[in-house]
């Protein structure tokens, strides 16, 4: 079997490259933004939504997952605190869970 061996240079390319994407994965956000004119999501925000249209006729809004009484059982036990759903029959409104 040939041995290969890496000259000084080839080394450190290798190493700067190999230390380049580490720093640029690790630079990434961990929050998203959504909306229409490209800011940045709130530091303090794992999700920024944000309607900022000129004019009462173009805001827009959050729509909630929306399940029939039946869709919200089948959902289980033990669900995680803070899901959200709006159920739309049988006494309709928001119901949230807190753990």
Do not use: H
Not at 14 to 37: E, F, K, R, S, V
Not at 41 to 53: F, G, M, T, W
Request: aromatic share 8%; hydrophobic share 45%.
């Amino acid at each position: 079997m040939e041995r290969i061996t890496l000259s000084f240079a080839n080394r450190s390319a290798a190493l700067l490259i190999g230390l380049g994407c580490i720093t640029a994965t690790l630079a990434q956000t961990n929050n998203i933004a959504i909306n229409n004119d490209g800011a940045a999501p709130a530091a303090q925000a794992a999700l920024d939504i944000s309607s900022n249209y000129v004019g009462p006729a173009t805001q827009k809004g959050l729509l909630i997952p929306r399940l029939t009484l039946a869709q919200r059982n089948a959902l289980g036990v033990g669900l995680p605190q803070g899901l959200t759903i709006y159920q739309t029959n049988a006494t309709p409104g928001f119901y949230y869970w807190e753990g």
